[in-house]
C-alpha cells in the first residue's frame, strides 16, 4: 500500500497532534513527524499544511530570534485547534477501530 497516500488523508492531524503539547518551528515539526515513525512526509507536504492550518485559524504563529541564523517562525495550537484535533482524533480512532476489526475478521490481523 502506497503510505503517501493515506499521509495525505491524516498529515493535518498528525501535524495538531504534533504541536499538541509543544510549540515548534517547521523543521522541528518535520523532525518530529519523522522521528514519530512518519519517515515518508515531505517537507513541501508539511510546510502547506501548517500554512493551511493557519489560514484555517487553528494555529496562532510567533517569531523567536535566531542567533545562529533566520529567525524561526513558531507554531502552536490555539482553541480551535484543540478542538479539531478532538473531532479529528474521534474520526480517526473510530476509522481505526473499523479497519482493525475489518482486517482481523479476514485472518490479516497485525
Not at 510549540?23 to 522521528?35: A, N, P, Q, S, V
Not at 514519530?36 to 494555529?59: C, I, K, M, N, Q
Not at 480551535?80 to 473499523?98: H, P, Y
Request: cysteine-free; glycine content about 10%; hydrophobic content about 40%.
Amino acid at each position: 500500500m502506497d503510505t503517501t497516500q493515506l499521509l495525505k488523508g491524516v498529515l493535518d492531524l498528525a501535524v495538531l497532534a504534533v504541536l499538541k503539547d509543544e510549540d515548534g518551528y517547521g523543521y522541528d515539526i518535520l523532525r518530529r513527524l519523522r522521528e514519530a515513525g512518519l519517515t515518508e512526509v515531505g517537507d513541501a507536504s508539511v510546510y502547506g499544511t501548517l500554512r493551511r492550518l493557519f489560514a484555517a485559524g487553528l494555529l496562532t504563529t510567533y517569531v523567536v530570534p535566531s542567533e545562529s541564523g533566520p529567525h524561526r517562525k513558531y507554531y502552536s495550537l490555539n482553541a480551535a485547534g484543540r478542538d479539531q484535533l478532538t473531532r479529528s482524533g474521534k474520526t480517526w480512532r473510530s476509522f481505526a477501530t473499523t479497519m482493525d476489526a475489518l482486517l482481523d475478521d479476514r485472518g490479516m490481523a497485525a
